[in-house]
């Protein structure tokens, strides 16, 4: 979905369409890499724009609860939530332990395998991810 649409969806379930909610929206709809609640604060606060974390969680949890957010866990960065793009069949990531920064792989480097799990197994698999935890190069080179 884009802004657009994301706004007329929180407005067809009765909510008001509040400046936090659209500004937050909005730096959703414009970073593809995972977001928490303090990365989104930094990033309005970085362009003049006042939105409490607390206002920052509810709008994030409303997303959610819509099914308009993907939601991960990454170690010790907490929670972190991106949209949802119907483009997004499955990710397949790496993933700083550190500092929480992720990055999509490219192409699925695991599909053949896929297959043979659905042969062996007889289970029909939907849906996948493939996750690789360790440091980035960032926080390697601040260990270093």
């Not at 939530?81 to 792989?105: D, M, P, V, W, Y």
Request: proline share 1%; net charge positive.
């Amino acid at each position: 979905m884009n802004y657009e649409e994301i706004l007329q969806h929180i407005h067809q379930q009765g909510y008001r369409l509040t400046s936090a909610r659209k500004h937050i929206i909005q730096v959703l709809c414009n970073h593809t890499d995972y977001l928490g609640a303090y990365d989104i604060h930094h990033l309005l606060e970085k362009n003049g724009i006042h939105v409490g974390i607390v206002s920052i969680y509810r709008v994030l949890e409303m997303l959610n609860d819509f099914g308009l957010l993907q939601k991960e866990e990454f170690g010790s960065g907490g929670e972190r939530f991106r949209l949802i793009s119907t483009a997004q069949q499955h990710a397949h990531q790496l993933i700083c332990t550190k500092c929480g920064r992720s990055k999509e792989l490219g192409d699925c480097p695991i599909s053949h395998f896929a297959k043979t799990i659905e042969l062996q197994s007889g289970y029909r698999i939907h849906n996948h991810w493939l996750r690789f935890f360790g440091l980035c190069p960032l926080c390697q080179s601040k260990n270093a």
